[in-house]
C-alpha cells in the first residue's frame, strides 16, 4: 500500500519520536487514512475516528463479578486518545459505539477522568455513536449522540449490518488477525476492509480481539475476499485473507 502525504498529520520534526504515518484506503470514493493505533484520520474532514473505548470496563467487571482488576484502563485509553488529539488536531470527533463499558460508567468515572475528557472536547464536535454497551449516555457528558450517523459517502454506526451499503465504517466485533511468519506465529488487533465497508479494531486498552477469520465476519466479509492492517509498533502491516490463520 502506498503512503499518501496528505495523510501525514500535522507535526514538527523531533528526535524523541518518529512521526507516524498513516496508510491511505479510498472508501466510497473518500480517502481516509488507518494510524497504528487503531483510530482513523478523514483529513478532507479533519476527522478523527476510533471504536470501542470500553471506558471504566475493569470498575465494572469488579461491580458485576467481583473480579479485581487493576483500575487503570480508563486513563490508559484517555491517555492514548489525548495525545492522538494533540497529534491531528481534529474538528471532529466520533467515537463509533461502547465508548462506555456499561451505562453506568461515567457515573463512576474519577473526576479527574471526567476532566481530561472534557478538556479534549473542548473547541471541536464530539459525537458518541450508541453501541450495545451503552445504549444510553449519561447527560452531563458533553457531545452529540447519534444510533448511527452519514457525513458525505461514509455511514458511522457501532455494528455492521447486513447488506450495507458502501462506506460502512463501524466497530463491535474487535477484529484481530493472526499470521505465521519466518516460524512465528503473530497476533494483532487490526483494520479490516473489502473496499466498500471497515471495520475498526477497538481502542480501548482492556479490551481483546476476535479472529477475522470466525464466522461472526461471515456477515460481513465474504470469505477471503478482504484484507487486514494489523497494528504494529509505529506501522501497520498489511495481509489478504488468504494469508490469515484460523484460531
Given at each position: 500500500?502506498r503512503l ?51 471506558l471504566e ?20 485509553t484517555l ?169
Open positions: 500500500m499518501n502525504s496528505q495523510l501525514q498529520p500535522r507535526v514538527e520534526p523531533s528526535y524523541r519520536q518518529p512521526i507516524p504515518v498513516c496508510h491511505d484506503l479510498s472508501l466510497a470514493r473518500e480517502l481516509v487514512g488507518l494510524h497504528d493505533s487503531g483510530a482513523l484520520w478523514w483529513p478532507e474532514e479533519r476527522t478523527l475516528v476510533v471504536s470501542d473505548l470500553h470496563k475493569a470498575a465494572s467487571i469488579a461491580k458485576s463479578k467481583g473480579l479485581m482488576l487493576p483500575p487503570y484502563d480508563t486513563a490508559t491517555e492514548k486518545l489525548s495525545a492522538l488529539i494533540d497529534l491531528f488536531d481534529p474538528r471532529r470527533v466520533i467515537c463509533l459505539g461502547d465508548s462506555f463499558h456499561d451505562c453506568e460508567s461515567s457515573e463512576r468515572m474519577p473526576a479527574a477522568y471526567l476532566a481530561m475528557l472534557a478538556t479534549m472536547q473542548l473547541g471541536r464536535e464530539w459525537i458518541w455513536i450508541t453501541g450495545n454497551h451503552d445504549p444510553e449516555i449519561a447527560g452531563h457528558i458533553c457531545g452529540e449522540r447519534y444510533e448511527e450517523l452519514s457525513i458525505k459517502s461514509l455511514s458511522f454506526r457501532h455494528e455492521p449490518i447486513e447488506g450495507a451499503e458502501r462506506g460502512e465504517i463501524c466497530g463491535h466485533l474487535h477484529p484481530a488477525a493472526k499470521v505465521r511468519r519466518m516460524g512465528r506465529t503473530i497476533r494483532r488487533a487490526c483494520f479490516a476492509t473489502n473496499g466498500n465497508r471497515l471495520v475498526l479494531p477497538a481502542f480501548g486498552a482492556l479490551t481483546g480481539g476476535l479472529n477475522v477469520m470466525d464466522r461472526a465476519f461471515s456477515d460481513v466479509f465474504a470469505e477471503k475476499r478482504f484484507s487486514v492492517f494489523m497494528l504494529g509498533n509505529g506501522r501497520l502491516f498489511p495481509f489478504t485473507a488468504s494469508k490469515l490463520l484460523s484460531e
